[in-house]
């Protein structure tokens, strides 16, 4: 078993940066993958990007891509977001979620997941 909590969603304006943080406990976090995904209502979630274990590959949606970057601290057991040059349209519920192989953009292949956290952009 693997608990995710994350923290550091916040309300603040368009082309600002946020460094989310996702802290795990339970199983050691380095033998999972590491993704994040977003959501906001009425929608499904959508594939943000994902780390390998030991963080040597990340994957990016094409809609981030160049302005986020996923990181991870193994001994720290945290996985980081950082969101540069944010959006309206980043405005969403943000979720990390942990997964035995590496590289899915299906929020299926994920086995454990976070409880969220709001990241709201203003115009």
């Known amino acids: 078993q693997v608990q995710l909590v994350e923290s550091g969603g916040r309300l603040l304006q368009a082309g600002g940066s946020l460094r989310l943080s996702c802290a795990a406990s339970?199983?050691?976090?380095?033998?999972?993958?590491m993704g994040w995904f977003r959501q906001t209502p009425g929608k499904e979630r959508e594939f943000v990007g994902c780390?390998?274990?030991?963080?040597?590959?990340?994957t990016y949606a094409d809609s981030v891509k160049g302005r986020f970057t996923i990181s991870r601290d193994n001994a720290k057991n945290t996985v980081y977001l950082q969101m540069n040059s944010l959006k309206p349209e980043d405005t969403a519920v943000y979720y990390c979620?942990?997964?035995?192989?590496?590289?899915?953009?299906?929020?299926?292949?994920?086995?454990?997941w976070g409880q969220g956290t709001q990241v709201t952009v203003s115009s």
């Open positions: 979620a942990a997964a035995v192989s590496y590289g899915s953009a299906l929020a299926t292949r994920y086995d454990y």
């Open positions: 339970g199983r050691t976090v380095s033998t999972y993958a």
């Open positions: 780390i390998s274990q030991l963080g040597v590959r990340t």
